[in-house]
């Protein structure tokens, strides 16, 4: 049984992407949007390039503190972007995937590409499996679902939600370091790759600032705004599947059915759909996942009404609703991880001779 998730309908596993397509492509879905990714891009480089500059030039801190906000909203983007190129929306190809990939998130971002193209790809084929998605079981000491709650129920996953949400102020730094750990454990061709991207990184952020003399004040600019931009990426990555049930090798569904059943949508406004890089329309971007985020509101409609017909379990609610779901749930675990906690633990009868 699917911990969380609806029980599956007969008709569900005849649920196909196939059947879809002559709608999405008279909706325009799969239409190219090369000058939107290029303009994208270019507006980003331009936020990332400026907020650099005003931190290299160390004024006081109303300014600082705008190029430090500047700094995260294009960090954010850029791993958004970076999500797009590596699904193959930006670009088929792989040599231009892999470039772009490996500037905008090993080089601009920090955040080693292989890393991020290996787990994110186990993720979608597999959202919400126990032991095999990494993004219901990386997370350290908490308990995203039922059976870690059972299983590890030490103080954070007790205390759950608020430790979790205080976490994410080094959300940030974590995910830079598990990638930096991935490339070295890993160790290839690719891999390597990656590492001379942190390099550059490193030497931009750090390397620059000390020859200019402001070392101290950019590595504390730095700090910050890798605090922000991992508030910034938590509070668009954890409303799209936690609290949405688990499966196991065993009760997994069919695939169209288990994208539809683990994931939630939330928000449906374009500036939502901006802010989020399309993970607003989580549902659209599971089953279409090459398809620019910008065609997925086109989509939108026709997989909802598919969906409906079919009996699977669509769900969509607002941003709010959406945290109010999984800290619902979050808050859930958390009881259980505390009952865990509390309940005898049978030792053996000592033997007498």
Same mark, same amino acid.
């Given at each position: ?17 196939? =059947?879809?397509?002559?709608?999405? =492509? ?15 891009? $270019? ?54 995937? =892999? ?126 705004? $890798? ?56 549902? %659209? ?39 109010? %779901? ?25 033997? $007498?001779?």
């Amino acid at each position: 049984m699917i911990e969380g998730a609806a029980a599956p309908h007969p008709t569900a596993a005849r649920a196909s992407v196939r =059947e879809l397509r002559p709608a999405l =492509e008279r909706a325009g879905v799969f239409a190219s949007s090369r000058g939107y990714h290029a303009a994208w891009l $270019t507006a980003i480089l331009a936020l990332y390039a400026g907020a650099f500059a005003v931190m290299l030039a160390a004024p006081g801190w109303p300014l600082r503190i705008g190029a430090i906000a500047a700094g995260a909203l294009a960090m954010a983007q850029l791993g958004l972007f970076a999500h797009e190129v590596g699904h193959g929306a930006v670009t088929p190809r792989r040599r231009p995937r =892999e470039a772009l990939g490996q500037l905008t998130n090993s080089v601009l971002m920090g955040f080693g590409h292989s890393h991020w193209r290996t787990t994110h790809a186990t993720h979608h084929n597999h959202p919400n499996r126990l032991g095999v998605d990494p993004d219901i079981d990386n997370a350290p000491g908490f308990a995203l679902h039922e059976h870690g709650a059972r299983t590890r129920p030490g103080v954070a996953a007790r205390h759950q939600p608020a430790l979790l949400f205080a976490a994410f102020l080094l959300w940030g730094f974590g995910i830079r370091v598990a990638a930096a750990a991935h490339a070295v454990r890993r160790f290839d061709r690719r891999t390597a790759v990656d590492l001379v991207g942190l390099a550059l990184h490193l030497g931009l952020w750090f390397g620059v600032p000390l020859a200019l003399g402001v070392g101290r004040e950019v590595a504390l600019d730095y700090v910050i705004m $890798t605090v922000a931009n991992g508030v910034y990426m938590a509070a668009i990555l954890v409303p799209p599947h936690v609290g949405r049930g688990t499966s196991t090798a065993a009760s997994e569904l069919p695939w169209f059915e288990r994208q539809v059943a683990m994931s939630r949508n939330f928000g449906t406004s374009r500036m939502s759909t901006l802010l989020s890089g399309g993970l607003n329309l989580q549902v %659209e971007h599971h089953l279409l996942p090459w398809v620019p985020y910008t065609r997925l509101h086109r989509a939108q409609p026709i997989i909802e009404a598919y969906c409906r017909a079919r009996h699977l379990p669509y769900h969509a609610t607002s941003y709010w609703g959406a945290w109010r %779901e999984v800290t619902a749930h979050l808050r859930a675990m958390g009881t259980i991880a505390r009952a865990a906690k509390a309940a005898p633990v049978a030792t053996p009868t000592p033997r $007498t001779s």
